[in-house]
């Protein structure tokens, strides 16, 4: 760490007060609070729509390293030493659905309202962290640079016309973001590389999928249905061309609400109209009229539901160009099915944080600790990232390969269950279930960290901290 005499030494510029962005300046902070940290975001507030996110416990590591276990814990909906994995039903059959199968895994979700998550979070900002509300990126421009090892400071510019500067850039700005559609032009213009290939990476691509999000009170869809399985546990119920995911949050006294519908024929098209907009319930009671009665009493008891156009980012070939580095959606928007997206952006967040953050870390050698990071982390994620869309269409019986939904057969068993769904089925369950072991395997962040710690010793020598 820097002596008070010699100053701070670089400064951190982060774009987007996510949930990404935030965890990234509370481990730069901690780490070393001599460290300034600008935090932009585009909006007034670090406020967030209230709907319910889950993460995994492997994600509990960065959360008692960063001192914040016991505060989240406050907020889980079960006991996370409780948590079961999703329960999973086939419910497109409106006289009465059946189970499909439930993974019960110790890397199970802990469901909570996003809105208290962020509230933890912006509690835990260090000192050394200045917020910057209303301050919209639109574009960086880099030094000339002399070698990767130069100093000079990045250019900033923002949508209400001001410039500053920084030395380290990092995007946490989500599916949009500003930063990786400037990292992608300099590097289509400056990198000799073929620029329609490199821009492809800039703008998100429409999946076909649209989801409806809310937030039902569990006391009214206990007077309606007590015995609605989404008052109990994580539920998934699925159709052809369509599901909804329902669980208790806020310690039971709601139920978040996730409802998706699925057009592979849009998919990869440009979407028409806002990526986020407000919905109606009639439009849900038509998509789910023909689902089983759990599934029409939460449509039923929607209100003022949002809908989001559900795109995704390309995999990117990389992540980091000089001083300038992603995480979280700007780097790999993924879909929802894994419950993993927020999960990897604080994995990402904690591996570049205590990467920037290291003693051996320099300004002149930040690039190479950034390289590091991108090393460590991109595979993972783009992995995630894959995995997670093509999930999304076997949930709705469109993955190419597998069971496509029908349910016509000759020898229907005395559940009226034909032998062609219910090999289907089997299949698909067994492929979700491997991807699940996959991800449940996958190294721990804290691992990664340490990989990572060795190679940026490698690079630059010294010892190595506690």
Known sequence: MSSPESGPKFRVTICGAGIGGLVLAITVGKYDPSIPIDLYEAHDSLDTTGVGIAISKKTYDILI?????????????????LSRGPMLRRSDIREGGY???????????????????????????????????????????????????????????????TTTTTDILIGADGIRSAVRKAMFEAASEDDGKDEADLKQYIDATF???????????????????????????????????????????????????????????????????????????????????DFEHDVRTLVKLCEKPSKWALHVVKPLPFCVRNRVALIGDASHAMMPYFGAGAGLAIDDAFVLGRLIAHPLTTLS??????????????????????????????????????????????????????????????????????????????????????NAELKLQAILGGPIAD
């Open 65 to 81: 390293d960063l001192g914040m276990l016991d505060e989240f814990k406050h907020i889980f909906t079960h006991d996370p030493e």
């Open 99 to 161: 189970p499909w199968f439930q993974r019960v895994s110790r890397q199970s979700p802990s469901p909570m309202v996003r809105q208290q998550m962020i509230a933890i979070l912006e509690r835990h900002l260090p000192a050394s962290c200045t917020v910057h509300p209303k301050k919209r990126l639109v574009s960086y421009m880099e030094p000339e640079q002399e070698d990767t090892h130069s100093t000079s400071p990045i250019r900033l510019e923002f949508a209400d016309g």
């Open 207 to 289: 999946t076909g999928m649209i989801i409806y999000r809310t937030l039902v009170s569990a006391e009214t869809l206990r007077k309606e249905h007590p015995e609605n399985f989404a008052l109990r546990e994580m539920t998934v119920y699925v159709g052809k061309g369509r599901y909804l995911v329902a669980y208790p949050v806020a310690k039971g006294t709601m139920i978040n609400f996730a409802a998706v519908v699925c057009d592979p024929a849009l998919t990869g098209t440009n979407y028409e109209g806002h990526w986020m907009s407000n919905a109606t319930r009639d439009e849900l009671v038509e998509y789910f009229n």
């Open 365 to 450: 050698r930040v690039h190479d600790a950034l390289r590091i990071y991108e090393e460590i982390r991109l595979p993972p994620t783009r992995s995630a990232a894959s995995f997670s869309l093509s999930t999304g269409w076997m949930y709705s019986f469109m993955a190419p390969g597998y069971y496509d939904g029908g349910r016509n057969g000759d020898d229907l068993d005395d559940s009226g269950i034909s032998s062609y769904e219910r090999e289907g089925m089997e299949n698909i369950k067994q492929e979700i279930l491997r991807r699940w072991d996959i991800l449940d395997e996958s190294e721990s962040v804290l691992l990664a960290w340490a």
